[in-house]
């Protein structure tokens, strides 16, 4: 069975500064994985995807994060933080086209002026 | 535009009386699914359809109904809602071709059952 495990579902970070949200998957089969935001009272957004062609994803937003086997690691990554980026962050793991998302438990971020 | 359009975006009920959620998508997805959002667990799948009439239990099934009778509506039915079923609900689809592409998720139900 799949699994996503996120690491803090709270981060304070300050303007400026850089954004690192920790997710961990376990996975039988070679996996494909997913970075969504969900901003207030909005449905989830994607920001970036894993699909087994470069191990560094860059995303909307200068998001980028890097996909690392040895590890079954997919941290997301911001060198900036802007307030515009508080919001929850969700990573989520699949096997194939057709099979369900297995969601992390989400890290909730908060940018400070 | 692509999207994934619920309704209704709020709904607070009383335990036992049926409800329905809406969900309808443009993109002539195959795939479509339920999610309930509950803090600290992310999402989890209630049930998902493969195709039109092709309908299966997902992580979290119990209390829920969906049918699958035209490709773009997938609605979730609570027959005897509880208040253990007081969540945030997305409707998601994507497409089964190829490499997974992105799921397409709805703005949100925020049901309330009493």
């Known amino acids: 069975a799949q699994s996503v495990t996120q690491l803090g579902s709270h981060v304070s970070v300050s303007e400026g500064a850089l954004v690192l949200l920790r997710c961990n998957y376990s996975?039988?089969?070679?996996?494909?994985l997913f970075w969504y935001v969900q901003y207030p009272n909005q449905g989830l957004q994607l920001l970036l995807k894993?699909?087994?062609?470069?191990?560094l994803v860059k995303g909307i937003n200068g998001f980028e994060a890097e996909f690392k086997k040895s590890e079954t690691s997919f941290h997301l990554t911001k060198p900036s933080a802007h307030m515009s980026d508080a919001a929850e962050y969700f990573c989520a793991v699949t096997k194939a086209a057709g099979n369900k998302l297995t969601f992390g438990g989400g890290t909730r971020v908060l940018v400070k002026p | 535009e692509a999207q994934v359009t619920q309704n209704p975006r709020y709904l607070i009920t009383v335990t036992g009386k049926k409800l329905t959620v809406t969900c309808s998508q443009n993109m002539n997805h195959e795939y479509m699914s339920w999610y309930r959002q509950d803090p600290g667990l992310g999402l989890r799948q209630i049930y998902y359809s493969m195709n039109v009439e092709v309908t299966d239990k997902g992580d979290v099934p119990e209390g829920y109904k969906v049918s699958r009778k035209e490709k773009r509506n997938f609605p979730l039915i609570l027959e005897s809602p509880s208040p253990n079923q007081t969540s945030l609900y997305f409707c998601a689809s994507s497409s089964l071709t190829g490499v997974p592409t992105e799921a397409f998720f709805g703005q949100g139900t925020r049901l309330t059952v009493v």
């Open positions: 894993y699909t087994s062609a470069a191990t």
């Open positions: 996975s039988s089969v070679p996996p494909y």
